[in-house]
């Protein structure tokens, strides 16, 4: 049984609650610009904005499952030795990096569609207000989420759906002046797609890795003086050379 002293554990204890904090403040945020998002997309037959808040929406429902899974964690830290990656939130990398896949396609098929179809007009003012705005928000967002993403799955899988949106947003500026200088509608759809591929494809290595854990834990339990809170709360390099040794 791996034990830890008193200020370890103190320590651990606060910073998993200051990741369930900026969770909080990160899904509050996502889930106020998404709502503002999607009615200006509407209102401005934009594919792009209607497309990231969508992708925004599903953010929430992945923030959703990495916030529980912090609480879950932070809820039985207080008596051991901890590092990030514990089996629930690594489940939770899983699932964010899984629906930014599905997300991505299914963005990717609306743009091909949209391209196929008849172009509608598109205000392009309101495309670029918007999109500033959602860079500045999901700006916000990266700095309350960037500690520890190397080290932590479930941190780094809701970062990168924050990063996504970043691009998203950038993605919708450059459209809207596309349309808006170039009267190119059809520059919506062309930039929904090449964001739903870089989506796509910047996840993949999370996905992965998220993947290469959750099959190891599952074909390879943790010895019986590991337990399973127990091995997902060290340091996972650490229990892999020992697993070799």
């Known amino acids: 049984m791996l034990n830890c002293n008193r200020l370890g554990c103190l320590c651990q204890t606060s910073v998993s609650l200051g990741k369930v904090q ?11 610009f998404a709502v503002l998002e999607m009615v200006v997309g509407f209102v401005s037959h934009s594919l792009t904005l209607k497309a990231d808040s969508a992708h925004m929406l599903a953010d929430i429902v992945a923030m959703s499952i990495a916030l529980l899974a ?59 207000v918007t ?32 990063l996504a949106d970043v691009v998203g947003s950038i993605g919708t500026i450059i459209a809207a002046l596309a349309v808006g200088i170039f009267n190119w509608p059809q520059a919506d759809a062309i930039i929904s797609f090449s964001v739903a591929i870089l989506i796509g494809l910047s996840n993949l290595p ?5 993947l290469q854990l959750t099959r190891r834990r599952a074909i390879e339990p943790p010895p019986h003086e590991l337990g399973w809170l127990e091995l997902g709360k060290t340091d996972l390099v650490s229990l892999i050379k020992l697993k070799e040794d």
């Open 22 to 32: 900026r969770l909080k403040r990160v899904i509050i945020l996502i889930t106020i």
């Open 70 to 128: 912090a609480w879950l964690a932070q809820g039985s830290s207080k008596s051991r030795k901890q590092m990030s990656n514990q089996p629930i939130e690594v489940l939770a990398g899983l699932i964010n990096s899984i629906g930014l896949v599905a997300m991505s396609v299914w963005i990717g098929r609306e743009a091909i569609a949209h391209l196929q179809g008849t172009p509608e007009e598109i205000l392009s003012l309101p495309m670029l």
């Open 131 to 162: 999109a500033l705005i959602g860079v500045v928000i999901n700006s916000i967002n990266l700095y309350w989420l960037g500690e520890n993403t190397e080290q932590d799955l479930n941190l780094r899988g809701a970062f990168l759906h924050v």
């Open 206 to 210: 999370l996905l992965g890795q998220t």
